[in-house]
């Protein structure tokens, strides 16, 4: 673990109450980010579905260069 500028480590017992507190907490951050997965794969094809419908009604866009100055 890096804290402050240098790098320390800290051994536990697998009795440690910290343990088992460090491995509940990355447990949970684990099944979040499982969940928060599973409902993008959901939300974003359906976003991604209604903004190719709304493409055609929307007016054309023209590209600006780069290379030009106002």
Not at 49 to 64: D, I, M, S
Request: glycine share 8%; proline share 11%; charged share 25%.
């Amino acid at each position: 673990m890096k804290t402050g500028g240098g790098i320390s480590e800290t051994w536990l017992t697998p009795d440690c109450p910290a343990l088992a507190i460090t491995q509940i907490n990355m447990e949970e951050g684990s099944k979040r980010v499982r969940e928060q997965d599973a409902w993008a794969r959901g939300v974003f094809p359906a976003a991604h579905e209604r903004l190719r419908k709304a493409l055609p009604r929307c007016p054309p866009v023209l590209p600006l260069s780069l290379s030009s100055t106002p």
